[in-house]
C-alpha cells in the first residue's frame, strides 16, 4: 500500500497511526535517501508510544533505547562499514525482542526480520511531501484499513 504525506506533521500522525499498532518483537524497517524522513518516522511511533522529550537520531551511537508505554529500540545503522560490526556489537539481542525496534538503513546490516514492516519513504513533488510504500512482513495483528484512517486525526 501507497500512502503520502504533505508536511512533518502529516508524516508524524502517520508514524503515530503505524506505531499504536506495533508491539513488542514487531520491526519497523525504514528505508529511503538522506533526508527522506526515516527519523520523523522514528519519532512520531515514538510519541504513539508515550515517549516524550528530544530524540535525536543514533546516528554515532548506532541504538538508542526508550522506555515508553512499550519499549521503543531506536537504530540508525547509516555509519556501519559492514554487516558484521551489527553482530559482533550484539545488536540483534533487541531486534524481534522485549521491545519495538525501528531500524533506518536497515539494508547496512543485511536485515530482514520475520516479523517486519518495511516502510520505503521517498521524496514527493513538493519540499515536504513524501510518499511511503509500506509492505507488511509477518506483523501479526495489523490491521491496514486501521492504518487509512490516520488522516483523520486531524
Known sequence: ???QTRSEADTMRFAAAL???LDAGDVLLLEGDLGAGKSVVARGV???L???GAMPSPTFTLLI???GEKKLYHFDLYRLADPDEFWAAGLDEFV???GIAVIEWPQMAQLSPERSIVLRIARGEGDDD???ELENCGVPGF???ALAEWRRED
Open 1 to 3: 500500500m501507497t500512502y
Open 19 to 21: 506505531g499504536r499498532q
Open 46 to 48: 515514538a510519541r504513539a
Open 50 to 52: 508515550g515517549i516524550a
Open 65 to 67: 533505547p526508550y522506555e
Open 96 to 98: 524481534s525482542g522485549d
Open 130 to 132: 513524501r510518499v511511503i
Open 143 to 145: 490491521d491496514e484499513g
